[in-house]
T-cell receptor, first 114, second 113 residues
Framework: GDSVTQMEGPVTLSEEAFLTINCTYTATGYPSLFWYVQYPGEGLQLLLKATKADDKGSNKGFEATYRKETTSFHLEKGSVQVSDSAVYFCALSEGGTSYGKLTFGQGTILTVHP | DSGVTQTPKHLITATGQRVTLRCSPRSGDLSVYWYQQSLDQGLQFLIQYYNGEERAKGNILERFSAQQFPDLHSELNLSSLELGDSALYFC????????????FGPGTRLTVT
């Protein structure tokens, strides 16, 4: 079945540091890939998406590129802020008969210190 | 605020009991999804409804059931509760034709004692 693996957390950074959170996936077809973010006490929010190979999703300074050859979708940000502290989830959707089912990674806790 | 509402916010109940969680999707969204988030299993898809009909099923236990009503709100029923059912239950909705763009509610935290 489909699966998503994220780098182990938690990740602790100082403000303005560079962020990378690794994500790799296993899927039978050609999935769409996503990063969702969960701030404390809230539900998940879609951060960015990529629907085909070599697509780059970007939003709020975050970027991720769909790499089919390495089955990866790593999240990056050049300069993190304290307000980026949250839990980040990598996810995929196969579509087709799976319809809207999202398969999530285990989540990576990010803490940014001033 | 995603526009998805869930009630109640917290629920504490005993083993063997039955509870109902309620979700109202964003205005205009026809699809509703239920997810369970627990420390040991992570975030898992339970079930999807589209305009009142079941569309996709995930790792949902037989003790759990869901439905979507004509006004598009949805309910998740959990029965014969066990300690391991303690978790955050999220509802999400999506615009028509864009199933991956899911908007999540704030969740219902269920504690089974």
């Amino acid at each position: 079945g489909d699966s998503v693996t994220q780098m182990e957390g938690p990740v602790t950074l100082s403000e303005e540091a560079f962020l990378t959170i690794n994500c790799t996936y296993t899927a039978t077809g050609y999935p769409s890939l996503f990063w969702y973010v969960q701030y404390p006490g809230e539900g998940l929010q879609l951060l960015l998406k990529a629907t085909k190979a070599d697509d780059k999703g970007s939003n709020k300074g975050f970027e991720a590129t769909y790499r089919k050859e390495t089955t990866s979708f790593h999240l990056e940000k050049g300069s993190v802020q304290v307000s980026d502290s949250a839990v980040y989830f990598c996810a995929l959707s196969e579509g087709g008969t799976s319809y809207g089912k999202l398969t999530f990674g285990q989540g990576t806790i990010l803490t940014v210190h001033p | 605020d995603s526009g998805v509402t869930q009630t109640p916010k917290h629920l504490i109940t005993a083993t063997g009991q039955r509870v109902t969680l309620r979700c109202s999707p964003r205005s205009g969204d026809l699809s509703v999804y239920w997810y369970q988030q627990s420390l040991d299993q992570g975030l898992q898809f339970l079930i999807q409804y589209y305009n009142g009909e079941e569309r996709a099923k995930g790792n949902i236990l037989e003790r759990f059931s869901a439905q979507q009503f004509p006004d598009l709100h949805s309910e998740l029923n959990l029965s014969s509760l066990e300690l391991g059912d303690s978790a955050l239950y999220f509802c999400a909705s999506s615009p028509q034709g864009i199933t991956y763009e899911q908007y999540f509610g704030p969740g219902t935290r269920l504690t089974v004692t």
